[in-house]
């Protein structure tokens, strides 16, 4: 923990009277100069903090940041989030995560930015990040399961999410296979999952997670894939960050140890009752063309089961898709 956090501790256990430069210098063990230049790099950040003279300093008012040592108070888990990275602004979230797992990271390192100037989905494609507004977050896990088993993992991390809107945010979520979490019919939520792994090992697998939390209208691009949401648009409510985070976090947890514990199975049945196209006709488009079928559920590894219209059941592996909702959509 930095001495900016250290002192930002100080104040909201003191947030009912002042504290004194000269008490915070004794207790941290710090200069009062460093004191001095510490607040003031709190203020910057967007902190209102009063000083008074003879008395000291008090928060009056903290911003919507994701700050490492809110997300690790009172977060309670054993595994995630034992060692929290915030930034204010990064490339990547899985970026970074990955040059951490590959620097020796613990399993469970979290890693969150308030901005991401290069955050991406499936496919290359590009996830707008704007500065905060949403939650751009990426876990390093060390599973040891076999390497066919890892992308069992990216369900995992979507029935953590689509729980979370529900607990927080009161919202109706639904799971779009293979990475997407959708809100009415819109994308409110991205996964993109990485491995890093031999023939039969894995060396670690990243979670990244995008959702659209408090995001205008205006903020989303002109041109999308997908229709997309955030909880802002949907309730017309701002939801507050930091309990979003930590709720997903625990729900993560969770669902991993049972992972671990009970294997894919549990998680599969989950993720099929948010699936709303589970029994349903629908459109999946491949680079080769366009399959039609009903989903019946998941495989194993995670590909899709689509039951052809003469009773075949095809393995979906890759492609988008989207439910029938038109007679031209077959033509």
């Not at 930034?87 to 399993?107: F, K, P, W």
């Not at 496919?123 to 990040?129: K, V």
């Amino acid at each position: 923990m930095t001495s900016r956090d250290e002192i930002l501790n100080l104040f909201r256990t003191n947030s009912d009277h002042y504290i004194s430069g000269q008490k915070i210098s004794h207790l941290l063990k710090i200069s009062r100069a460093a004191v001095w230049k510490q607040v003031k790099a709190l203020r910057e950040l967007g902190f209102e903090i009063e000083a008074k003279h003879s008395l000291g300093y008090r928060l009056l008012a903290a911003p919507d940041l994701l700050l490492a040592s809110d997300i690790e108070s009172g977060l309670n888990c054993r595994l995630i989030g034992q060692t929290v990275v915030a930034l204010t602004e990064t490339d990547s979230t899985n970026a970074q995560a990955r040059q951490l797992a590959e620097d020796g990271a613990i399993e469970g390192t979290v890693v969150v930015a308030d901005r991401q100037s290069a955050g991406r989905g499936r496919l290359g494609r590009r996830w707008e990040s704007p500065s905060g507004v949403n939650l751009y977050c990426s876990i390093l896990l060390r599973p040891q399961i076999p390497v066919q088993q890892a992308p069992q993992l990216t369900f995992l991390s979507a029935v953590a999410v689509a729980e979370t809107l529900e607990k927080v945010c009161h919202l109706s979520a639904k799971v779009k296979w293979p990475n997407d979490i959708l809100v009415n019919g819109a994308k409110i939520s991205g996964l993109l999952n990485e491995m890093n792994a031999e023939t039969e090992q894995i060396h670690f697998v990243i979670l990244g997670v995008g959702v659209n939390l408090n995001m205008l209208e205006e903020q989303f691009p002109e041109s999308l894939n997908y229709p997309a949401t955030s909880v802002l648009l949907e309730t017309g409510k701002s939801v507050d960050r930091l309990m979003f985070l930590q709720t997903f976090l625990r729900c993560l947890e969770q669902y991993y140890a049972e992972f671990l514990e009970e294997g894919f199975t549990p998680i599969r049945q989950r993720w099929e009752g948010y699936c709303d196209t589970i029994n349903r006709q629908v459109r999946v488009d491949q680079g080769s063309g366009s399959l039609y079928g009903t989903v019946v559920g998941l495989e194993p590894e995670g590909a899709l089961r689509l039951q052809l219209d003469d009773g075949r059941i095809e393995r979906i592996l890759a492609g988008d898709v989207r439910p029938v909702t038109k007679k031209m959509d077959r033509e």
